[in-house]
């Protein structure tokens, strides 16, 4: 992961529940996107139904 930053676009509700596991899930290897919680600087742009299973 040397990219200084990382643009992530989700977009619909079927991207829903990765956007979740990626982002507020644990780091696994089950879920490889999961890995980006722990670069410095990632931007996620997604629109409400890409959202919609956030906690």
Do not use: C
Not at 37 to 51: C, F, K, S, T, Y
């Amino acid at each position: 992961m040397r990219a200084k930053e990382i643009l992530v676009v989700a977009n619909g509700e079927g991207k829903a529940e990765i956007v979740r596991q990626a982002f507020f899930g644990p780091v696994t290897p089950y879920v490889p996107a999961s890995i980006l919680q722990l670069h410095n600087d990632v931007i996620l742009v997604a629109d409400e139904a890409a959202l919609s299973r956030i906690p």
